[in-house]
Every structure is written in C-alpha cells, then in structure tokens.
C-alpha cells in the first residue's frame, strides 16, 4: 500500500472510529491468558470503573486457563480483539507467522523463579546438577535453560503443569515458580520461607519481562484508535489499582468466586503486591506501560539463542511505536 | 435514724458472712480442682473421638484404596495386555458395586498403550446416578498434564491429590501408579466427591457440641463446616489472614503427621474449643475435632452450680436459724429495755417479761424483777419512814408551841417599874427538850422567878413541864414560902406520875424593897449572882431532890440577899453542858467566867452576851438540849 492511500485509508478509519465513539461503543473481546486472579487486577478495575466505556470500548473479558486454548488461540480463531501473553510466548508465536502486535507491556519485570528445598543441600545453582528438577515447559524453559548454561548444570527436568504437588510431595528438589503466585502457594502449604532456596531470573540478568496485552496487526490496522482506546484504558486501570488495592482485591477475589477457581485473601494480597511492583518499575530505562527495546531485544536474543525464534525481529514492528 | 446495728443484724450479718465466704471458699476450691480433673477426661474424651473419627475414615477411604489397590494389581499382573472392553467393564463392575466412588479411570502413558486401546484415559463416573463414560485423553493428551497423573507417576507410589474442581464437582482423586516391567505405564484413579466425605465427617459420633473437619498434607481444607473455607483455605491462608503464627505452627505440627491438642478459638462457632487432630495414615490427611470447652466444662458448671444451689438452701436454712434464735434472744432484751425505760420513767408497776429458761437473758431479767421488787420495797419503806418523821415532827412542833405558849415573853415584862429589870431567853433545841422558866409577882413587893427542866422530851416533856408550871403557879397563890411549894409540886408531880418523869425546879420569891431573897431548889444547877464589881457567887445550898420523883420529898428553904443591882441568873444545865466538837463541855468555871464582863450592863445585854459565849464555844456543834436563862436585878431606885 502507498503512502498517501495508507494516510487516506487512516483518515477514513479514524472517521468511522470517532462516529463509533459519539454513537455506541465497541463491542471488543479481551482474552486474559489465565484464570481471574491479581495478575489481572487492572482490567477488571479498566471496567469497573467504567475507562473503557469512557474510552468508547465495550469490553468483554474472556480468560484462557488450563485444559483450554490459550489467550493466542483466541486471537488466531477471531474469539477475542485482544489478548493478554507473556513477552516470550508472544515473541515465539509472531516467529511461528501470528502477527501478534504489542499494544501496551503491563508487567515489566520478571518474576519467574526456581525454588529448591534447603533441607536437600540446595544452596546454589550448582547444587542442582543432576537433581530431578520440575519445570513448565514452552517459552518459559528459555530462560531456566539459559540459567542452567549460565551456570554450568545440568539437573534432570521433569515437566510441571499447574501445581506444585509434586515439588511438596518431595518428588523433585526444586521446581519453577513465579514469585507473585508459587513462592507464596508454597508458603501457603506450611513451607516456611526458610526452608526453601531461591534462585530469582532477574537477579541472574536472565528471564524476560512478562505479561503484554496483545492484538493482531491487522485489526491494529482496520481500527487504530480501538487499539489506542485499549491501551489507554488498561493502563488508567492498573493506575486505579495501584491507589486503591484493597478495592482492587474485592473486585478479584469476587472474580475467582464467581469463576469458581480457589482463592483466598491473603494470597490474592501478596500476588497484588508483587503484580504491582512489576507494572509500576522503578527502573530508569523502563516505563509503565511501555515494552524497552532493551527487553525486548534481550528476550528475541535469549529465544533465538536458544532456538525458539528463527527470524529476526524488529521493536518497531512488534511494539505500539507511540501511536496513540 | 435508729441504730441499725441491731445485735440481731449483726449477729445474721456476721454468721451468713462468714458462712457464705466459707461455702464460696469450698466450692471455688472443689471446682478449681475437679476442674483439672473434668478437663483431663474432656482432653482425653476429645482425643478418644478424634482417633475414633479418623480410624473410621481411614477404614472406609481405606476399603476404597484396596479396590483402587486392587484394579491396578490386576492390571499390571497381566502387564497391561487387557482388551479395552474388559477394562471399561471391570470399571462399570467397579463403580455398580461401590456407589460411593464418583469415577474410575485407568489413564494410560501413550508409549505404553496396550494393543487396541482406542482411548488412553477412560473415565467412567456416575452423574445423577446414571453410569456415564468419557476419554480424559483426547489427541492431545491431555491427561499428562493432570496431578492425579503426574504425581503418582514421578513418585511412583500411590497418592491422594489436593482437592479439585472437575467441572463443577469438588472431589479428590487417589491414584496408583502401574509399571510393567519396571517402566511407569498407566494409573489407576478413582474420585471421591468431598460432599461424600463430608457427609462421612457429619456422621460421626462427636456428640452435639463437636464438628469435624478434613484437612490434606498441605493444610487444604478438604471437609470443613464452612463451604467457602473448601479449596481456597489452608489452615495457613487462614494464619497468614488472621496473623496467627500458633495456627500456622499447629499446621506443620499436622503436615508432619504428628497428633496432638489444644485450646482452639473455633472460627465457626467463635467459641473456645478444644481442637484436637490425628492423621489419616494412608491418605496424609489430618483428622480434625473441635469441642466446645464450654460445652465440655458444662458438667463442672452443673456441678459447681448445684452446689451454689445447695449452698444458696443452706444459707436460707441458716438464715432462718439465726434469725429465730436472735429473735428468741433480742425480744426478751428488747421488751427488757422498754420495761427499764418505764422502769426509769418512774412506772415501777411496768410489766417486765416473764423470764422463760435459765439463760442469760432470763437470769438478766429476773435481776430486774429483783431489782424493780426491792426499788418498790425501798420506795415504800422511804413513804413510812417519811410519814414518822414528819409525824414526828409535827408532835415536836406541837411541843415547841406547848413550850413557848408556857413561857412569858415579853420584854420588859413590867414597863412601869423601873426599879426591876428582868429578861430571860430559852433557846429550844432541835428536839424540843423539858426546859421552861416562869416569873409573875405574888403582889408588889414580892417577885416569884422560877426555872425548870424536865426529864425526857418531846410532847411528855412539854406537858409535865405544862402541868408543873400550873402547880407552881397555883401553889403560890396559898403561900409564899418557897419550900412549901416545892414539896407540894414534887407530891403532886409523883401522885400518879406511871411514866416516872421527874422535874429540876429552882424558885425564889424576891421581896423588891429589902432585896431579901427565899428560895428552894428541886436538884436544879445551881443560880449565880452577880454583883455589880464583876464577882460571883453559886447559891448551892440548900439544894432537895428532884422533884415529882417520889412522894414526901422534903425541900429547905434558903434565904439570901439580892442587894441592888446584884443579878441573879437562873439557868438550866443546856448552858454547862452545852458541847463543842470535842465533846468538851462548857462548864459552870466557863460561865463564871464570862459573867463580869457584862457586870454593869442590862439583864438583856447579860443574857445576849452568855448566849454569844456559849454559841462561840459550841462553835456550829449541834444543839443538844435546850438553853435557857433567866437573870433578874433589883435596880436602884433613880433621884
């Protein structure tokens, strides 16, 4: 497409999109990719507290979750406009041809961790070699394997699914966790914080920042200002979350009931917290809201690296690129 | 306000407070320690229950860990060369036989998938009581991602899972891991809907005041009597909620598998509670009983509450004791005090209570008895002894008037003469005595004086000196000669004279012109005369018996001259023997004495001086007789 026909096509688009506004909002389908929890505190409070329809969207929430398709197969299969991932995953499926398009980097640092018992002689990263060590498979396995390289181990992996019985059942000696969510199931189960050792990715310059909210480039390009309304509004959300946690809290645990999955207060807290240190980074070359080139490129490294991604990747074609 | 620290009040106040302190003392003391022993057999009753709870479990889960058991047994003793239609009927068999198990499933490793297996995950379940069937697997597989698959799997040992939600039930699944030769090849499950197993919990005998509950080895409550802690809560979440540090220690006290008991704020009733827990072996589970304390201590509270009862009788019984023997002791002394108050009032005839027994109090008011009889006698004694005296002291004033209407008493007793100056006194004791003196003129020339005193006192005196008097006076009237009247007096005194009363009678007749002086003296003191320088002289002799003493008493006649301005003064032994405190008497040497310094002067200022002397010598003793004095002098005629 021409330049001056693309601007035309835009100028039209745009037209349509502000008579959407004035007239009925938007019906669109967000797709979050797992079961009602924290993790996703500031879309529900986006709609609660009305920043979507202000924005001129009618939101859906959808959620993904185990046993279903995943967030990305909602995009594929046109059952949602947008579509919550983590960074890795959505770096893996664009290479695999899904023109997957960040719209807006919500959780901005990683918290993805691997936690042994101390009570098996695990104190460092070398204790592991060679240990029976649980782990969640796809994307996520980029940045334990780099670790291991790192490090120079080779423990014995055994695939983890969704809980961390098998790790509490001491059928391995350490399993991978994410520290808003596992870290604290863990201590949930009567595990004391003591008995466990900690390897966090971050603190070894390794994992990859996490989740993105996510659209096709195609629907990117049929409604702009949709795409834009979406990121606006989300990020207003986790804005409302972050002055009113408790409030926040309600609305989540009210979801988890309503959706039946267990949940309890406590743990809701401590996923909060941790969610919200990771939307908000105090780091300087990292903003809210925004995806660095310096993750990114990071990530696309680590993944080609390890072989997940084949083609290179340019941030421009993979981020918003400040189109609001 | 009157004092209302009666003796009966503090009597009842003292006896029901020491009563009651004891009483409480004994029950407090009897419940303190029968409680130790009530909460040793409540610990060992609940710890009993909850053992019994959890080998009940255990011996039903455990009958359905032996089918599951056994199934897999049977599978991988054939090493799993099973055709499909067998397996689905052993299953259906399996359920049919057992409705308490919600579905079997034999899930199997798609390596290992035995020949003409064209689902790898089984499933055959009850919904609604009909026999349902459906393939877990599906193309992709899906059963590898499931717990139940995996745990058994890589621990290779049979396992329960963590409570799930399998499409709306809650339910737990055991699994069995089955190898053929030596490799993992397939589990055998089977599900158990936690609504089942709370019904087992509800089902226990834990009597009315306790609950179970079920907790897995990660402290998730898989049974509780409240539905919202199911799934979301473990005995952690809900320490981490409420910042209970001990609940999370009890928590890991119970993932260890260990036993045990302790005071426990139940979080569905809010009451104190005994929580005692015991692990299910073959599960990891832990039984859990809670008991209300309050319900255990009940039987100490009905206890401790009988014996308030019966102590609360006591008192009452008590109460009423006392009251009737305070009663029984204060109305005699309350009825005592009123008839003392009239008593004091005055009003002797008051009735005091009738003493009843031989107590204190009957002892008491007999001694008021006594005392109010001898108060009345003394009372009337006193009216009588008043009545004496004051009649007695009538018939000594009728003496006393007797006496002094005998004796003439006006001074100067002849205005007209001035040639004779007269003046007599007589000073009448308390009681009157017999003195009385006399003087009239026989005619002008001739003066009669006379004085007397009668033996005894009183009326009789008064009267016999009355009826000497009228002798005396009617005697001389026949003749002048004092000796003769004298003898006639004394006759006629002791002519019938039955209460021997006697009389000392001096009296003279004074011839006025000569001073020539006859006299008689009937054993009466003896008169002085005076002369004007001052000396004195006793007239002694001739002096008779007394007289009325007896008849023919003889009396001599003395003869004597009284010159001008010699006084003569009569007197009677109330003046001699007048006595001081020291019981001395003031004697004739006294009186003599004290006569010259009046040598010059009056009759009058003579007598008025003597008396003076005496009552200066007596002092304020008291008077025992009668003074009485006469002094009489012949004056010089003047010019």
Known sequence: MGSALRHLYRALLALLGGIAVSGEPEPVRLVLHWLPQSQFAGYYMARDQGYYEQAGLEVTLLHAGPGMMSSADFLRTEKAEFATMFLSDAIVLRDEGLPLRNVAQIVNRSNLMLIAWKGREITEPKDLQDQPLSMWQGSFSVAFEAFFQQRGIA??????????????????????????????????????????????????GLGFVEDGLYCLDTFRELHPELTAAMRKATLQGWEH????????????????????VPV???HARWMLDHILASVFPTEADRRFGELSPRDFSTALLALMAAGKVQQRLEAADFTHAGEE | MGNFWTIRRRMMGWVLGVVSLILLSVIAWSYLTSRRQVEREAEERVRYLTEGAASHIESIVGRLEGIVDGMALALESCGMQLPFEQARTMQDACLRANPEILGVCIAVEPEMAPPGWSDLSPWAY????????????????????????????????PIWSEPYDWQGLLMVTYSVPIEVNGTFAAVVTCDVSLEWLTELISALPLGDNG????????????????????????????AEERGDPAMRELGQQMARGESGIVPFVSFLTEEPSWLAFTPVPSTGWTMTCLFSQAELRQRLVRLAREQLAIGACGLLLLWLAVSLISRSITRPVGALEKGA??????????????????DEVAHLTRAFNHMRDELKKHIRDLEETTAARERMQSELRVAHDIQMSL??????????????????????????????????????????????????KGVPAALFMAVTRSFLRSFFRTTSNPATVMTQVSDELADGNDACMFVTLFCAVIQLTTGRMRYANAGHNPPVILRPDGDTRLIEAPSGPVAGAFVGAAYACGEIDLPDDHSLLLYTDGVTEAMNKPQELYGEERLLAAMPQAAT??????????????????????QSDDITMLAVRRRQAKG
């Open chain 1, 264 to 266: 309890n207060r406590p």
């Open chain 2, 126 to 157: 009850i919904e609604q009581g009909e026999l349902r069937y459906e393939d877990l697997s599906g193309p992709d597989h899906r059963h590898m991602v499931e717990e139940w698959f995996n745990l058994p799997k890589y621990l290779g040992r």
């Open chain 2, 407 to 456: 004796v003439p008493k006006t001074f100067p007793p002849f205005p007209r003469r001035h040639d004779l100056d007269l003046f007599a006194v007589i000073e009448p004791a308390r009681e009157v005595g017999g003195d009385f003196y006399d003087f009239f003129t026989l005619d002008d020339d001739h003066l009669v004086v006379a004085i007397g005193d009668v033996s005894g």
């Open chain 2, 211 to 238: 609950y179970g509950l079920l907790t897995t080895r990660n402290g998730t409550y898989i049974s509780h009597p409240l539905p919202e802690l199911v799934l979301n809560e473990s005995i952690f979440s809900v």
């Open chain 2, 601 to 622: 002067q009056s009759c009058q200022a003579l007598i008025e001086h003597l008396v003076t002397e005496v009552k200066a010598f007596v002092d304020g003793a008291e």
């Open chain 2, 341 to 358: 108050a009239r008593l004091a009032g005055g009003d002797l005839d008051a009735d005091l209570p009738a003493p009843k027994g031989e």
């Open chain 1, 241 to 260: 979350v972050q002055a009113h946690p408790e409030q926040a809290l309600d609305t989540v645990l009210a979801e988890a009931r309503q959706a039946g």
């Open chain 1, 155 to 204: 423990p014995q992996i055994v695939p983890q699914h969704y809980s961390i019985d098998l790790f509490l059942q001491r059928g391995v000696v350490a399993c991978a966790a994410m520290e808003y969510n596992e870290y604290h199931r863990l201590y949930q189960a009567g595990i004391d914080y003591e008995q466990m050792t900690v390897f966090l990715m971050r603190d070894y």
